[in-house]
């Protein structure tokens, strides 16, 4: 089983609507959890963290964290064109801290979910 | 702010040469740096850790003889890609945590794509 799991799509919306992409993760003491926007050709965007169980808004973005079910999702409301891009789920698995050692924060990422939203 | 800067963002070398990738806090310390590769329609693979001071902490399967890492200050870490062949062709990342910040965040820099020919 891999540690973060996407699904790779691609998920097609219309413009206007919401897109709903979805993680799952393995380590059941992971504390962070990100988002990032990859455009074709580009480095990954930071765009979304969440760390406790809930939900959290930023304008458009809506990260959603059970930390019961190892599961955190991301909304998208009012798709526009521009949000077309890879997304990435990257969760804080650090195997040195969870075995009481020094983390250095490493991130595991999912394989990335391709999103389309189309006019 | 969290801007990370990378030089140079494109580069063409040829077999067997070597080439340096900087990357660059341009407005936070970054004690621990991280560098990624990332092939064509493929997710983000990292190749090592780096921290201030001290040595780098590599993937397993990556060759620390061959991709030599220096993170000598708090805002700078060099990759160096030694005798480079086409199949290091790729997408090279660079990606910083700032030392004052909280719960992992990463920042990354636009990053370097090497055609080895």
């Known amino acids: 089983q891999k540690e973060v799991e996407q699904n790779s799509g691609p998920l097609s919306v219309p413009e206007g609507a919401i897109a709903s992409l979805n993680c799952t993760y393995s380590?059941?003491?992971?504390?962070?959890f990100f988002w990032y926007r990859q455009y074709s050709g580009k480095s990954p965007e930071l765009i979304m963290s969440i760390y406790s169980n809930g939900d959290k808004e930023d304008g458009r973005f809506t990260a959603q964290l059970n930390k019961a079910s190892q599961y955190v999702s991301l909304l998208i409301r009012d798709s526009q064109p521009s949000d077309s891009a890879t997304y990435l789920c990257?969760?804080?698995?650090?195997?040195?801290?969870?075995?009481?050692?020094?983390?250095?924060?490493?991130?595991?990422f999912g394989q990335g979910t391709i999103l389309t939203v189309h006019p | 702010g969290a801007v990370v800067s990378q030089h140079p963002s494109w580069v063409i070398c040829k077999s067997g040469t070597s080439v340096k990738i900087e990357c660059r806090s341009l407005?936070?310390?970054?004690?621990?740096m991280f560098w990624y590769r990332q092939f064509p329609k493929q997710s983000l693979m990292l190749m090592a850790t780096?921290?201030?001071?001290?040595?780098?902490?590599?993937e397993q399967g990556v060759e620390k003889d061959k991709f030599l890492i220096n993170h000598a200050s708090l805002t700078l870490s060099t990759l160096t890609v030694t005798s480079a062949h086409p199949e290091d062709s790729s997408f090279y990342i660079c990606?910083?945590?700032?030392?004052?910040?909280?719960?992992?965040?990463?920042?990354f820099g636009p990053g370097t794509r090497l055609t080895v020919t």
């Open positions: 780096s921290n201030e001071g001290s040595k780098a902490t590599y």
């Open positions: 990257a969760v804080n698995i650090d195997l040195l801290a969870n075995a009481g050692g020094t983390s250095y924060g490493k991130l595991t």
């Open positions: 380590d059941r003491v992971s504390q962070s």
């Open positions: 990606s910083a945590r700032p030392t004052s910040g909280s719960f992992y965040e990463q920042y």
């Open positions: 407005d936070f310390q970054a004690t621990t």
